[in-house]
């Protein structure tokens, strides 16, 4: 009926796994769990072998690293079962009743049910309030706030979706890189696959620090504009490429470039603060892709 399935990369993930386990079985219905270590370089694995000793579960080892897609890939062409579920290694599911949440799908009509994203509610060291205020203020939606632009919040890290749609959409997905979130969701709404949002949110772990979240959006925000430049990210809900087409269009791009170039390191003084800003992190991106474009 279902295989989870699960992405690792220097993570342990045996509370993860013994916890999702232990909700299948209450449910009971076929299932397998099936992790791949995509070529983890921690002793973390030496840990995570225990999970096969786990009914239906089994841990496989990458001796190449394939990166988030083609690891991705191999795992839903492994799978057994129609409907594939996966998950990030560095999260935990909020509720007790996170597997039957999504079971209750399995015979809908739609393709693909995401069930969100959660952070708790301390507030982490300075080091990694940027990541964490990001995800509060713009992971954190309910989903009835992300059903009404289904393809706008599609966060890969907690979703169940049918194997024959996953396989064929991920297939077109040929580059390595961080950012390709945005472009899944914009081919899931050109294919125009049925998707829903449910409030079954997971905890995310991993949060990074300031610096290293800031580089991989500056990576997200190249990787969207070299998809717009190879038109390969045509009908989507993604505002900061509506915004950047817009202000191409007028030609104000030139001045947000400026902007960059003249303040960067005053907007990443903030950005890198223990009071990072929102507003200044959307105007650091649109700022950085403008740059980008002219630069490229």
């Known amino acids: 009926m279902i295989s989870v399935l699960i992405p690792v990369y220097n993570s342990n993930i045996v509370t993860l796994v013994t916890h999702v386990h232990t909700q299948l079985q209450l449910c009971n219905v076929p299932f397998e769990i099936i992790c791949l270590d995509d070529a983890s370089t921690s002793e973390v694995t030496n840990e995570n072998d225990n999970i096969s000793n786990l009914d239906f579960t089994s841990y496989i080892k990458s001796k190449e690293n394939l990166g988030r897609t083609n690891a991705r890939q191999y795992l839903a062409k492994k799978a057994t079962y129609d409907w594939l579920f996966f998950l990030d290694a560095d999260v935990i599911p909020k509720l007790d009743t996170f597997i039957s949440n999504y079971l209750i799908f399995i015979d809908s009509d739609y393709e693909a049910i995401y069930g969100g994203f959660a952070y708790h509610e301390n507030i982490p060291d300075s080091d990694y309030m940027l990541r964490w205020k990001y995800g509060k203020t713009h992971e954190q939606i309910s989903a009835i706030q992300r059903n009404k632009r289904p393809y706008k919040v599609i966060?890969?890290?907690?979703?169940?979706?049918?194997?024959?749609?996953?396989?064929?959409?991920?297939?077109?997905?040929?580059?390595?890189?961080?950012?390709?979130?945005?472009?899944?969701?914009?081919?899931?709404?050109?294919?125009?696959?049925?998707?829903?949002?449910?409030?079954?949110?997971?905890?995310?772990?991993?949060?990074?620090?300031?610096?290293?979240?800031?580089?991989?959006?500056?990576?997200?925000?190249?990787?969207?504009?070299?998809?717009?430049?190879?038109?390969?990210?045509?009908?989507?809900?993604?505002?900061?490429?509506?915004?950047?087409?817009?202000?191409?269009?007028?030609?104000?791009?030139?001045?947000?470039?400026?902007?960059?170039?003249?303040?960067?390191?005053?907007?990443?003084?903030?950005?890198?603060?223990?009071?990072?800003?929102?507003?200044?992190?959307?105007?650091?991106?649109i700022c950085y892709m403008c740059y980008k474009d002219l630069n490229y």
């Open 155 to 285: 966060i890969s890290a907690n979703f169940m979706i049918k194997k024959p749609v996953f396989i064929d959409i991920n297939s077109q997905i040929e580059q390595k890189g961080y950012g390709f979130d945005n472009f899944f969701a914009a081919l899931l709404k050109m294919k125009k696959i049925k998707v829903f949002h449910i409030d079954n949110e997971v905890y995310h772990l991993g949060i990074e620090t300031s610096a290293i979240y800031l580089n991989k959006k500056e990576k997200a925000a190249e990787t969207l504009l070299s998809l717009h430049k190879a038109n390969k990210i045509g009908s989507h809900q993604n505002d900061l490429l509506l915004l950047f087409i817009k202000l191409k269009r007028y030609r104000l791009h030139y001045i947000f470039s400026l902007v960059y170039k003249t303040f960067k390191k005053t907007l990443k003084q903030n950005l890198l603060s223990s009071r990072p800003s929102m507003k200044v992190l959307q105007l650091y991106r």
